[in-house]
């Protein structure tokens, strides 16, 4: 149902341009989130985007450097990733759910494989 593309391997630095594309179940609705998980590690949060009002979140570590938004006629949730740093590296999957405790027991079936970003020189 969710489909994410984008990842890569990258200077430190660099950008890259993160997108998640749904089928079968609408953005518009729902609260989607970005997460990630690094190498031997659980899941983070990254950012989220709220449909009623169009807010954004976002995590510390990232705050400032990287920017969630959402195509609604195209059904895709975006994540621009700038300035990366080597701890960003992970494997990042998008997700809908308000539900932090739900959304960090992930991942779950219903989501995507994911996007591996590498940061490295």
């Known amino acids: 149902h969710l489909v994410e593309s984008g990842g890569g391997l990258v200077q430190p630095g660099g950008p890259l341009r993160l997108s998640c594309a749904a089928s079968r179940f609408s953005f518009n609705n729902d609260v989607m989130n970005w997460v990630r998980q690094a190498p031997g590690k659980g899941l983070e949060w990254v950012s989220t985007?709220?449909?009623?009002?169009?807010?954004?979140t976002y995590a510390n570590s990232v705050k400032g450097r990287f920017t969630i938004s959402r195509d609604n006629a195209k059904n895709t949730l975006y994540l621009q990733l700038n300035s990366l740093k080597p701890e960003d590296t992970a494997v990042y999957f998008c997700?809908?759910?308000?539900?932090?405790?739900?959304?960090?027991?992930?991942?779950?079936?219903?989501w995507g494989q994911g996007t591996q970003v590498t940061v490295s020189p």
């Open positions: 985007f709220k449909s009623g009002d169009s807010s954004t």
């Open positions: 997700a809908p759910g308000a539900n932090m405790e739900v959304l960090l027991g992930g991942p779950y079936d219903y």
